[in-house]
């Protein structure tokens, strides 16, 4: 593996990152993800410029969050359980990232009450397909490749994907639906740009890889969370539809076939 120099952040000495050419490489995939996701999901572009917010699809999109967020500690148990088998050290870091995001729920669910939703009825929701999907693919990672690679990947592209997508959207939201109606979201963006765990992140990912086969297995992983993340947003897009505010629209049939279509999109 192949390092750069360690680096200050906010008078904190970080760990130089690993392999910095694998990473420049995926951080060039995420990249044009993003430009794929707004040009071929539909309605991947309402929350960034309509000026017309569906509350339906918008109110789905935050509980989504907050599910996934909740979904994701007993995700996160499980790889700490496997570092403290494998190597403590790192069972150690990852408990201090897991208890650093384990309350972000909160935050999200804030502004879901100030349009109506009260915690009582996001915690009730039942997740998107999608998004039970998108756990079953941990958990198989876990129990089928004996390793949480799986998640870690999808920890790295969260980690940078909603820096590349949530300050615009949020900025667009509140200027639609007014000052301070957002506030629960920009308080969690302005944490992850202060506190940036995404070398943190890297750099865990790294300790599995011993040959180019591990880095394939990365991109692959990366790749199918993408396609994971892009059927959550068609299954909404599907299930509320852009153009009325708030019915429940298609129904589940034809979100389910709009899931399988983004999942096998190349």
């Given at each position: 593996m192949t390092?750069?120099?360690a680096t200050e952040h906010d008078g904190r000495q970080e760990a130089p990152t690993v392999e910095p050419e694998f990473k420049a490489e995926v951080d060039t995939l995420l990249h044009s993800?993003?430009?794929?996701?707004?040009?071929?999901?539909?309605?991947?572009?309402?929350?960034?410029?309509?000026?017309?917010?569906?509350?339906?699809?918008?109110?789905?999109?935050?509980?989504?969050?907050?599910?996934?967020?909740?979904?994701?500690?007993?995700?996160?148990?499980?790889?700490?359980?496997?570092?403290?088998?494998?190597?403590?050290?790192?069972?150690?870091?990852?408990?201090?990232?897991?208890?650093?995001?384990?309350?972000?729920?909160?935050?999200?669910?804030?502004?879901?009450?100030?349009?109506?939703?009260?915690r009582e009825e996001i915690y009730a929701s039942e997740p998107l397909?999608?998004?039970?999907?998108?756990?079953?693919?941990?958990?198989?990672?876990?129990?089928?490749e004996g390793r949480p690679l799986a998640s870690l990947a999808s920890s790295?592209?969260?980690?940078n994907i909603s820096l590349l997508t949530q300050p615009d959207w949020v900025r667009n939201v509140e200027s639609v639906l007014g000052d301070g109606m957002t506030r629960g979201q920009q308080a969690h963006i302005d944490h992850d740009l202060e506190d940036d765990h995404s070398d943190f992140v890297w750099n865990v990912l790294m300790t599995f890889v011993e040959s180019d086969d591990d880095k394939?297995?990365?991109?692959?992983?990366i790749t199918n969370v993408y396609r994971l993340f892009c059927a959550c947003y068609a299954e909404m897009?599907?299930?509320?539809?852009?153009?009325d505010g708030e019915r429940e629209s298609s129904g589940q049939g034809d979100a389910s076939a709009a899931i399988v279509q983004q999942l096998v999109t190349d």
């Open positions: 390092e750069t120099s993800f993003v430009q794929r996701f707004y040009k071929e999901v539909p309605g991947a572009d309402h929350l960034l410029q309509d000026k017309q917010i569906n509350l339906g699809y918008y109110r789905r999109h935050v509980i989504e969050i907050i599910l996934r967020l909740r979904m994701k500690r007993w995700i996160d148990a499980l790889t700490i359980h496997y570092f403290c088998k494998h190597d403590p050290r790192l069972a150690k870091k990852w408990s201090a990232y897991t208890e650093d995001e384990m309350l972000h729920d909160g935050m999200f669910a804030k502004d879901l009450e100030k349009v109506g939703v009260s397909f999608s998004t039970k999907l998108l756990q079953g693919y941990f958990y198989y990672g876990l129990e089928h790295y592209f969260i980690e394939r297995r990365i991109v692959d992983h897009y599907e299930l509320y539809g852009k153009d």
